[in-house]
């Protein structure tokens, strides 16, 4: 018998679930389809721990502590999702509905701030970081020596929503300009409006040829992720931004533009230059598991009597090299 | 014999001085006219002591530690100053210097971080807040559960220079629309134009009288206040922003008109209004000694064996409902 900390990184459309062991290697990952609406979403957490003991040859039994991250709003300390539109809950107690199945301690953070935990494990050095998804939406987690930075009122690191262009697009939030109008994948999709396959890349492939709203629409890209890394580096001035996230997918091609960005701004202001913003930002790799990862250690630190009620959790960096199986041996 | 703690707010036209005592009180302060360029600055410093003796009855030998709240950069765990355009000095040891005639530990700290110090002292909470100075410039202090929050490479709170309008006037730093080029009391002078006594208190009135310009400007200042304070708790999520620096000489006029712009754009954005950001803001009272007590607190922290190399500086916020003098009573 092992002890697992079992992390879940639950999504709109799939949950991917993680099973750490007492080595802090990995066990085992699996991903299965997200459900809609409080039972369903209940349901598909249970399926996925059980699919993920299956696939890493241990019990349900043997899980110790569950961490989920959920995209929206939670009330960590209450183990609450109070608002994640993606999922179709507005309020549910979450780590009731799964203790009552599973007795074992339950944590629930929203999905950026756990994958910020994640990353900064990952990364072996969580000293003073971000984690700036550029998903649907963006938003980004703050890990300050070691521990999840969550702010007075669990808003830090919601950068998405500083407005950056008073004459720009109107954000879902009801704002001109947000920065996630810029490099929010739902903005730019919903303003490139053609479909697609894959959108963003259409939307860069495009602009390569020419096009003038692709064009338009990569450059504000880069300017938008470009003054979310300024805004966490200028107000909470963390030593690194790891950057994700779906619009991440993009690879190579998002970080040129960025670090093109950056540099060319830099060239016309010293003190932009100063700040070597361009030296401390780096991509998530693709198939990392920062997300669940981050999840289960969110979870684990419930273990350890820490009070997840404190603008800290203490969630140490200690998985650094842990055995990552590379993206293609994910389970679909 | 007693001990004082003394603390320098050096601007760059005069030096205003505190004197603690051992019982928390401020013994004295006085204010005497800055010198320009290094030895001139060294020497003000050192009569600005003498002139705090002679006012606080007290003598030059009974001063148990010195800090020194300087407007620019500054290597604070060398106790350096490395660039205070103001003050005409560019490098210079300045606590050597001051060692060099009163041996005791002397700090040099940013002067913006230094008054954060001490308003969060003398609120009485300095849980979770920041010191927005609209000054000259633009910057803030972050503290956070008492200490000082510096940042990873002591930007933390250079909000000032976040970019909030492309079209918009170029910066002193080079950048086009910074938060300062809005609400910096520099730039919105130059933008002005006009000279006058108090060139600000002119925007404002004539902006009632229906002038163009000065409507222009005195929206943008609460524009870009705005902005700022809402950086800093989409950010780092401070509880409280505490608004300081020569632009807030306005007062309520300036708070009114800061206020009335929170609740206009929360009125158009739920996720705004969540934050409840018009609620968390608040004007350091005139003459507050906050610049010059948080330099004393933070020379005296080089006393606890406190290490100012870390992140943290350990400043506990303890003189609040200290003795402070009305700032009639501050010594020209």
Redesign the interface.
């Known amino acids: 018998m092992t002890a697992v900390r079992v992390g879940l990184d639950v999504g709109g459309t799939k949950i991917e679930a993680l099973g750490l062991g007492e080595d802090d290697t990995i066990l085992a990952r699996t991903r299965i389809p997200t459900g809609w609406g409080d039972e369903a979403v209940i349901a598909a957490v249970h399926d996925a721990i059980e699919a993920l003991a299956a696939a890493g040859g241990f019990a349900v039994a043997d899980v110790v502590s569950i961490g989920i991250g959920i995209p929206g709003l939670v009330d960590a300390p209450g183990g609450r999702v109070l608002h994640a539109v993606n999922l179709g809950v507005d309020e549910l107690d979450l780590a009731s509905a799964v203790r009552a199945r599973i007795p074992v301690p339950v944590a629930i953070e929203n999905d950026v701030k756990a994958a910020a935990v994640g990353a900064g494990s990952l990364r072996g050095d969580a000293?003073?970081m971000a984690y700036l998804n550029l998903g649907t939406g963006v938003a980004a987690g703050?890990v300050?020596?070691g521990m999840l930075w969550?702010?007075?009122?669990?808003?830090?690191?919601?950068?998405g929503?500083?407005?950056?262009?008073?004459?720009g697009r109107v954000?879902g939030?009801?704002?001109h300009g947000c920065i996630e109008t810029f490099c929010g994948g739902g903005a730019v999709m919903k303003a490139w409006g053609r479909g697609g396959e894959l959108p963003l890349r259409d939307v860069f492939d495009l602009a390569e040829k020419g096009d003038p709203l692709a064009v338009e629409l990569r450059e504000g890209i880069a300017?938008g992720a470009a003054?979310a890394v300024?805004?966490?580096?200028?107000?909470?001035?963390?030593?690194t931004v790891v950057l994700g996230g779906g619009v991440t997918a993009l690879g190579d091609r998002l970080l040129d533009d960025l670090r093109d960005r950056l540099r060319r701004?830099a060239a016309?202001?010293?003190?932009?230059a100063s700040?070597r913003v361009e030296e401390r930002i780096e991509l998530l790799p693709a198939g990392s598991p920062a997300a669940s990862l981050g999840a289960a250690l969110v979870g684990a630190a419930l273990l350890h009597g820490e009070n997840p009620h404190t603008?800290h959790v203490n969630i140490e960096a200690d998985t650094a090299g842990a055995d990552i199986e590379p993206e293609g041996a994910v389970h679909g």
Request: proline share 4%; aromatic share 4%; glycine share 10%.
């Open positions: 000293h003073s703050v300050i020596g969550r702010g007075a009122r669990g808003t830090a690191g919601e950068v929503h500083i407005s950056i262009d008073p004459r954000c939030c009801g704002q300017f003054a300024r805004s966490l580096v200028l107000s909470a001035d963390v030593e701004d016309e202001s010293p003190f932009l700040l603008d």
